[in-house]
């Protein structure tokens, strides 16, 4: 109440005055119509019942505004108590007498009243502190422009902070600061397992991106993702969400214990006769025997010492693969601690929409990264989604973006895209299109890495690792190297053999 009359208080006379013109000058009802001026923008009652008084009888088409055709109209529409309540026309004639002369401050009058219908109106989305003066605002001193910019602009930073999709900085500001910043904190993500090659082409699985893997349906990436990715967050102790709509949390236990075996084998002394090796189709028909057992036992064990903590990766199947329950899964286990994600596998949105089923993936993957990002709104986590690439490019030897298909647009989201393919049979020691690998070893007696040349041996199994596209370092385009890795499905090892050379033949 005391801030109504606040405002009443300090309108008086420029609602006094506009009125008494305005009755001086009937003609200005015409050049002023409800809509740029009307009574619900007074704060004083007596001047806004006046004001509208004078309204009505301008459109009755009278042009002087004495005291009969005044009680005439107050009487036709039954305002007599109201005219009584305001003093009647003496009150309006002295007001009249008084602006005689302040007809060309109009429009100064006028804009004032508008002034604080805004501050009126302001107050009922803010409250009080439209009232409060700082350094910055005295809303006395402002016209009515500086305070709608000063207020549009304190909603547009509610918006802003709300969608958090803008971050504000400065490009040279503290740029010695920031090279302490690198120098003493590196950008070095979560190293792949047992995979230096792989690491040192984008520095790991860092916050803040979203890395996409693709291959074609039953290549293994579901297999090669597990030893790379899951297995190094286990070794790591690192808090992982799966998402899969494809294979059950089974499934995956048993590529654990197989990658345990093999991992168990791998790094046996050669001279230990002990053989872990054990069928991976024996998982499916059970009945082991005690050999088995005992195996399946150590596997268990090893993993149980590289990890004691069994809730370290969290797995959750999707039956019905829609983003917007993707998006939910992640904010809900990201407040929980868990910043790394996996999707085995990205595709579109099983919703129906009628968009077609490359935009909807596209679509989907711009959500994607704006929950992985570090800025704007992100969460600032590691997102990892495998996605298989179109079968119209199974006979391609290079690969890029657009063995995705119509899907190419995905990778605009990414900062790292790999994608793989096992090789071809003419790429093989011998044949038309064979490939050399590029491999280092250190020489302990000179001191430094040798470089070791080879080809491709028949009999054995390759895939080649593409780097489609990479922000934290050089891509297939700009000079880095196509990894070379020789698997044991079996034991779902992948072990990097070296570098070697595609080219581009642009067959797509």
């Not at 090796?277 to 590289?306: C, H, P």
């Amino acid at each position: 109440m005391d801030q109504v009359n606040q405002l009443a208080n300090e309108t008086l006379l420029s609602e006094a005055y506009l009125t008494g013109i305005f009755w001086n000058n009937p003609f200005l009802y015409n050049l002023y119509s409800k809509e740029k001026i009307n009574t619900s923008m007074f704060n004083n009652k007596a001047y806004s019942f006046f004001f509208g008084l004078g309204r009505e009888i301008a459109n009755k088409g009278i042009i002087i505004f004495d005291d009969i055709s005044v009680y005439k109209v107050v009487n036709e529409l039954g305002l007599q108590s109201h005219y009584l309540k305001y003093g009647e026309y003496e009150t309006i004639q002295e007001l009249m007498f008084e602006v005689k002369d302040k007809s060309e401050n109009l429009e100064a009058y006028y804009n004032e009243i508008k002034k604080y219908n805004l501050i009126k109106n302001l107050m009922r989305l803010f409250g009080d502190k439209v009232l409060l003066n700082t350094d910055k605002y005295n809303y006395k001193r402002m016209s009515k422009e500086q305070l709608h910019i000063y207020w549009m602009d304190k909603v547009n930073q509610i918006a802003i902070d709300g969608d958090n999709r803008y971050d504000e900085q400065y490009l040279l500001k503290d740029l010695q600061q920031s090279i302490d910043e690198w120098n003493s904190n590196p950008s070095i993500g979560l190293p792949f397992f047992k995979s230096k090659y792989m690491t040192k082409i984008c520095t790991g699985w860092d916050y803040g991106n979203l890395y996409l893997f693709g291959g074609f349906g039953g290549s293994g990436k579901t297999s090669f993702t597990f030893s790379k990715i899951i297995m190094s967050c286990i070794a790591n102790k690192d808090k992982l969400l799966v998402i899969a709509n494809e294979q059950t949390v089974d499934e995956f236990k048993k590529l654990l214990i197989m990658t345990a075996l093999g991992q168990l084998n791998a790094d046996r002394d050669k001279t230990d006769k002990i053989d872990n090796y054990i069928n991976r189709q024996r998982l499916n028909e059970g009945n082991f025997t005690a050999d088995e057992m005992q195996k399946l036992a150590l596997a268990s064990e090893w993993v149980r010492k590289l990890c004691d903590d069994d809730k370290i990766i969290t797995f959750v199947f999707m039956e019905n693969y829609v983003i917007e329950d993707v998006k939910k899964l992640i904010r809900y286990y990201n407040a929980r601690g868990i910043r790394r994600v996996l999707i085995d596998t990205g595709k579109p949105s099983d919703n129906s929409t009628d968009k077609a089923r490359w935009e909807v993936f596209t679509e989907d993957f711009k959500e994607l990264y704006k929950l992985a990002r570090p800025n704007g709104g992100g969460l600032d986590i590691a997102l990892w989604a495998n996605v298989q690439l179109s079968d119209s490019a199974l006979t391609r030897r290079y690969l890029n973006e657009h063995a995705l298909g119509e899907s190419k647009k995905i990778k605009n989201e990414a900062s790292v895209v790999f994608m793989f393919r096992s090789i071809f049979d003419d790429e093989f020691e011998g044949e038309r299109n064979e490939l050399t690998v590029t491999s280092y070893e250190y020489d302990k007696i000179k001191n430094e890495y040798i470089k070791i040349e080879s080809k491709l041996q028949k009999g054995e199994q390759y895939y080649l690792l593409f780097t489609s596209k990479n922000r934290r370092g050089q891509d297939n385009k700009t000079g880095q190297k196509v990894l070379v890795l020789r698997p044991n499905f079996n034991f779902n090892l992948w072990f990097e053999v070296g570098w070697t050379t595609v080219f581009d033949d642009r067959n797509y």
